[in-house]
Every structure is written in structure tokens, then in C-alpha cells.
């Protein structure tokens, strides 16, 4: 099993490494409801809708930082993105009316999300199909890693003060950004065939893909199992950004501390740091659609069992079962987006997946924040695992083609 991993190229591992030091520190997102409802008293509603404005410059950061990593390369775009997130990080604890904060949170998402398809698209670039569950799954243990030992930390750096948490945040995106710009070469692929064959005129003898952003555009559309894969993306995506949105403001009303829920939330990456690896391993045997809607199913499960929760451990365990829906995921969600991609859009391809988390980010917590305080916690948590239904069915939906696109790709 370990040999799947150590054979990943060296530069998905300085990848994985460096995202390990930036989670680790990955304090921002985590706490930003209840350091705005609680330590500044703006409440319930702003708090959720500046997750909802953190989303919406997700969506911009999405679609932007894709089209700029298949134009302009990769690295570029990752360094310009942390670098500058960590500038907003340092300075946003100084921020105390709630229009400048506003400004800073989409100014923040727009910049540091940037990261992301650009990243997805290095990995994709790096390994090819087979490997890349490997690749996904071992970034993901990174992720989550650093996540365990930040949600831990961070909730006792904020029993202290909340400007740690931020000035933390951004030395870990720095680090990061010096890891990409010492040991990370440009993986921008040159322009292959696959271009041609979208753009008609393409001579294919240029060193840079060419593509314009309509053209782009229009094959994007034109790929229905696609668009309705990340459709369901953002519906499964909507119920879990409640874990860092509506969770702990729901947490605070039961009496239960900002530091138990860093604590609570902390097996959620403690788990996947456990289980990813073996898990993914074990499971690459099976279909990968397959794999995604049981695991949505399972996230769903999870959020409901929050209904029937009153005390940390309850809520852990409640943690533990969509920890394992998300764990059978994330990887092979990034798997067959990269299966899907022509190699002259993976970049496109990843950054309209990666909007589809985005648009989660953006309706999720006020959609969230708005039935929490009008309907309670019961309609909350059994909604969310009604939209997760929902994914299943569109996921059901496009198995076929999918299954049949991949087969067509493998062969």
C-alpha cells in the first residue's frame, strides 16, 4: 500500500508538505463566525453572510485563478495568491467596522483561492490517471493533518486573543509560498494535440495553450455530465460548510466553548489522517462514482445526526460518521475531474470544480445562518441531509456516461 505513495513524483510531495505547514495554521475560515458574532457582537446573521461574501470571492478566485494557471502557469498563481493572502491575514485583525471587514473577507477569498485549481492542476499535470487518487488522497491527509493540529491550536489561541490567530495564519501561508518558490518547478503543460481538438483553428505549435476564455467557456457547458457532477458538488458542498459555519454558533448556544469545538472539530482531520491513506488504497479498487455516492449518502447521515446531539462526544461522533462520507469523497472527486479534463483545460476544469465549493461557501452559511435562527436546529441538520439526497440523485444520474467517458479514456 505505502509503495503507491513513495512512488508519487517528489514534487507532489513538497506540494503536500507545504500544504501540511499552511493548514497547520489554517485558523481564519475556522473561526471567522464566531470571532465576528461573538468577540466583535455583530451577530448571527452578519457572521454567516460574510461567509456567504467569502464564498462569493471564492467563485471569482475560482474561475480567474483557472483560466490565469493554464495561461500563465501554475506556480505563478499559487505564489501570487498566498503572498497576498497572507498580507489581508496580517492586517485583519486591525479591521473593526463591519463594511471594511466585508472588503477584506472578499479581497482574502478572492486572492487565497486562487490557490486551489491551480494546485489541482499541478497534481493533475504530475501523475497520471492511475496515480491520482494516490496524489489527491495523500494532499488530502495533508490538508487534514494540518487541520487537526490548527483546529486544536486555534481554539486555545483564541481563549487568548484573536489577532494570534490571524498573525499565525499568515506566517503559515508565507512559509508555504517560499516552500513553492524554492522547490516547486512550473509543470504547465505544452500545448498538446487535446488543444486542437477544442479550439479548431489551433496550429498546435505554440509552447502555451491558447484557448481563449469563451472557447473555454462554451466546451465547458457543452459537457453536461460535468456540470451536473459539479451541481451536485455544491449541494453536498452547501451541507458541509455548516461544520465551520453554523456548527459552532450552534455549539456556543448549547454553553459548549469556542475551545471544545476546535477540539470536537480537530477529529474530523485527526480521522482522515488516520484512515485516508489505507482507505483510499483499499477503495481504488472499486468504481469511483460508486465510491462518491456513498460517501454522499454517509455525509448526509453524519449532519443529521447533529440533530440528536447535546453534549461534545455526541457531536463527535456525529463528526466521526460524515468524516468517513467525506474521506470516501474528496479524493475521487478530484479524481474524475481530473479523468474528465482535456489537458489544454485542466486548469479550467479545476477551477470551475473548485467554484462549485466556492458557491457552496457562498450560499451554504447564510442559507444556513437563516434557517438556524428561524426554524432551529432540527430543520438545519434534517434539511442538510435532504440536500444530500439530492446529490445522490444527480450523481445516479450521470453515472452512466461518466462510466462509460472513463472507460473510453482508459482504453
Not at 141 to 161: D, E, P, Q, R
Not at 332 to 341: C, G, M
Amino acid at each position: 500500500m505505502w509503495k503507491q505513495y513513495r512512488e508519487l513524483p517528489r514534487a507532489v510531495h513538497v506540494l503536500c508538505f507545504g500544504t501540511l505547514i499552511n493548514r497547520a495554521g489554517s485558523f481564519f475560515v475556522v473561526f471567522l463566525t464566531i470571532y465576528l458574532s461573538e468577540q466583535l457582537g455583530f451577530g448571527i446573521t452578519f457572521a454567516t453572510r460574510c461567509m456567504g461574501i467569502f464564498g462569493a470571492g471564492s467563485i471569482v478566485a475560482s474561475l480567474l485563478g483557472g483560466h490565469l494557471a493554464d495561461h500563465y502557469g501554475r506556480r505563478v498563481v499559487m505564489l501570487v495568491s498566498l503572498f497576498g493572502g497572507a498580507a489581508i491575514l496580517a492586517l485583519f485583525g486591525s479591521l473593526q467596522s463591519r463594511a471594511t471587514i466585508m472588503v477584506a473577507i472578499f479581497c482574502y477569498a478572492v486572492l487565497i483561492n486562487a490557490y486551489r485549481p491551480a494546485a489541482s492542476a499541478m497534481i493533475g499535470d504530475l501523475v497520471g490517471p492511475k496515480q491520482r487518487p494516490h496524489a489527491f488522497g495523500l494532499m488530502y491527509v495533508a490538508i487534514n493533518l494540518g487541520f487537526a493540529c490548527g483546529a486544536a491550536v486555534g481554539g486555545k489561541l483564541a481563549s487568548y486573543s484573536f489577532s494570534l490567530l490571524f498573525w499565525g495564519d499568515a506566517l503559515t501561508t508565507s512559509i508555504y509560498a517560499f516552500i513553492i518558490l524554492l522547490a516547486v518547478a512550473e509543470t504547465l503543460p505544452a500545448r498538446s494535440p487535446l488543444a486542437a481538438a477544442v479550439e479548431p483553428n489551433g496550429s498546435g505549435d505554440s509552447a502555451e495553450p491558447t484557448i481563449s476564455a469563451g472557447q473555454a467557456a462554451l466546451h465547458v457547458v457543452r459537457d453536461w455530465p460535468f456540470v451536473l457532477f459539479c451541481t451536485s458538488t455544491i449541494l453536498v458542498g452547501a451541507v458541509f460548510v455548516q461544520s465551520f459555519s453554523t456548527l459552532p454558533i450552534f455549539l456556543q448556544s448549547l454553553r459548549i466553548k469556542a475551545e471544545t469545538y476546535g477540539y470536537v472539530i480537530s477529529l474530523n482531520g485527526l480521522l482522515i489522517v488516520l484512515l485516508q491513506l489505507p482507505l483510499t488504497a483499499v477503495l481504488c479498487r472499486f468504481d469511483r462514482m460508486k465510491i462518491i455516492i456513498v460517501g454522499t449518502m454517509t455525509i448526509g447521515a453524519g449532519f443529521c445526526l447533529n440533530a440528536l446531539a447535546s453534549h461534545p462526544w455526541h457531536f463527535a461522533g456525529a463528526v466521526a460518521v460524515w468524516t468517513l462520507g467525506e474521506m470516501m469523497q474528496f479524493p475521487f472527486t478530484s479524481a474524475v475531474v481530473a479523468d474528465l479534463a482535456p489537458l489544454s483545460l485542466r486548469g479550467r476544469y479545476m477551477g470551475v470544480f473548485n467554484m462549485s465549493f466556492a458557491t457552496a461557501m457562498m450560499l451554504g452559511p447564510p442559507l444556513g445562518g437563516e434557517v438556524l435562527a428561524r426554524l432551529g436546529a432540527d430543520a438545519l441538520w434534517f434539511g442538510g441531509a435532504g440536500v444530500a439526497a439530492m446529490a445522490v440523485v444527480l450523481y445516479i444520474l450521470i453515472y452512466r456516461p461518466i462510466h462509460e467517458r472513463r472507460l473510453l479514456d482508459d482504453g
